[in-house]
C-alpha cells in the first residue's frame, strides 16, 4: 500500500493491447475516479485554477495569479492533476531509434520506488504515420519525431516529490544524452473537454500541438484559440466522427520543478489537442474534409495559431497504471 492508502501501482511495460492504449502525460499511475473528466471553464481564471486544486487538493505555495483567464465556457477537470512533456528528437538520431530511447526512460523511471508512489498514471504518447501529408493541406507543417509523456497524479505535492527524487534526477540528467532536456518543455495543464459522448470500446487519439502567433499574450491566445476549436467542432463531419475532443491549456504550478531538471516551460503559449475518435477511417475522414481543411488554413490565416503547429496520429503506451 502507497502512503496514500491506495495499493501500489502494476508496471505495464510490454503489452500494447488495447486497453493499455489510452492518453499522454509526463507521469503517472494508480486508479482512475469515476468522476473523471475535463470540463468547462466559466469563471475567473483564478478562481478556476483554485477551485479546481481544491477538489483535486491540488494545492501547492506557487502563486497562481498569472494564468491567463480561461475562456468562459471551459470546464476544468477536478479529480486528477496532470503535467505533460513534449519532446522533438535531435537531428541525430531517427524517429525509430528516438521512440526506442523515449520507452526506455519512461520505463526507468516507472521503476523508481517514489514514481511507483506517486503518481496515478504515466502514458507514452507516440506519433505514427497514418496521418502523414495531411498537415500540408492545412497549411501547416508536418511534425518532427515527437514523443509525448503524460502523467496523472492526485496532488501537485505528488508530482513535487518525484521530480526532486535524486534517481528521477539522475535518469533526466542522462537523458539528455539524447536531447531529452533541450529538446523539450515540461509543464502542468489544465484539461478542458470541449466534446464528450459515451461510447463502448476503445478510441484512437490524434493529438495536435498548436503555438500563439508572435506578440500574442496567452490568456488572448487562450481565448482565441477555444473560440476556434468550438466552430471547428461544429462542422458536420468532425460533429460526425470524433467522440471526445479535450485541450490541454498550460499552467504554471510546477515551472520551478521542472525547470531544475532541466525542463523548461513552453517560450510561447501553446495548446495541446486531443480528438478522439472509434477508428482511424474516421479520422481520415476529418482531416480529408475540404471544409475541414479549408476551416484549418483559416485559423493560419486569421492568426489564431502559427503554421508551424502540427497534428499527428498516435498510439498512446500505458506504462505504470494501477
Not at 58 to 66: F, G, I, M, P, Q
Not at 282 to 285: G, L, P, T, W
Given at each position: 500500500m502507497s502512503e496514500t492508502g491506495h495499493p501500489t501501482p502494476q508496471r505495464l511495460t510490454s503489452s500494447r493491447t488495447s486497453a493499455h492504449i489510452?492518453?499522454?502525460q509526463w507521469f503517472g499511475a494508480?486508479?482512475?475516479?469515476?468522476?473523471?473528466?475535463?470540463?468547462?471553464?466559466?469563471?475567473?481564471?483564478?478562481?478556476?485554477?483554485?477551485?479546481?486544486?481544491?477538489?483535486?487538493n491540488?494545492?501547492?505555495?506557487?502563486?497562481?495569479?498569472?494564468h491567463p483567464p480561461p475562456p468562459p465556457s471551459m470546464s476544468t477537470r477536478k479529480d486528477l492533476c496532470c503535467s505533460i512533456g513534449i519532446h522533438r528528437a535531435p537531428a541525430y538520431l531517427s524517429k525509430d531509434e528516438f521512440t526506442?530511447?523515449?520507452?526506455?526512460?519512461?520505463?526507468?523511471?516507472?521503476?523508481?520506488p517514489v514514481v511507483q508512489k506517486n503518481l496515478v498514471k504515466f502514458d507514452v504518447i507516440t506519433r505514427t504515420n497514418i496521418l502523414e501529408g495531411q498537415g500540408t493541406a492545412m497549411q501547416m507543417s508536418e511534425p518532427q519525431p515527437i514523443v509525448l509523456f503524460l502523467h496523472e497524479y492526485e496532488t501537485g505535492e505528488h508530482m513535487v516529490e518525484v521530480l526532486a527524487d535524486p534517481n528521477v534526477?539522475?535518469?533526466v540528467a542522462e537523458a539528455e544524452e539524447f536531447g531529452f532536456q533541450t529538446g523539450g518543455t515540461s509543464f502542468g495543464v489544465n484539461v478542458v473537454t470541449k466534446m464528450q459522448r459515451d461510447t463502448p470500446g476503445t478510441n484512437v487519439h490524434a493529438f495536435g500541438i498548436c503555438s500563439a502567433p508572435p506578440q500574442v499574450s496567452a490568456a488572448q491566445f487562450t481565448a482565441n484559440f477555444e473560440a476556434f476549436i468550438e466552430k471547428f467542432l461544429e462542422l458536420p463531419i468532425v460533429r460526425k466522427n470524433f467522440v471526445k475532443y479535450t485541450i490541454l491549456f498550460p499552467q504554471n504550478v510546477l515551472d520551478k520543478e521542472?525547470?531544475?531538471?532541466?525542463?523548461?516551460?513552453?517560450?510561447?503559449?501553446?495548446?495541446?489537442?486531443?480528438?478522439e475518435a472509434k477508428n482511424w477511417d474516421?479520422?481520415?475522414?476529418i482531416a480529408e474534409d475540404p471544409e475541414v481543411r479549408e476551416f484549418m488554413a483559416g485559423g493560419v490565416k486569421d492568426f489564431v495559431f502559427q503554421a508551424e503547429s502540427s497534428f499527428f496520429a498516435s498510439e498512446i503506451i500505458t506504462k505504470l497504471s494501477g
Open positions: 489510452e492518453s499522454a494508480r486508479r482512475y475516479r469515476p468522476c473523471w473528466n475535463p470540463l468547462f471553464l466559466c469563471m475567473d481564471a483564478t478562481d478556476v485554477i483554485a477551485t479546481s486544486l481544491t477538489h483535486a491540488c494545492r501547492l505555495s506557487t502563486a497562481l495569479s498569472d526506442a530511447r523515449m520507452s526506455a526512460l519512461a520505463d526507468a523511471l516507472c521503476a523508481v534526477q539522475k535518469l521542472f525547470q531544475s531538471l532541466g525542463l523548461s516551460a513552453p517560450t510561447t503559449p501553446i495548446a495541446v489537442t486531443r480528438g474516421a479520422v481520415v475522414e
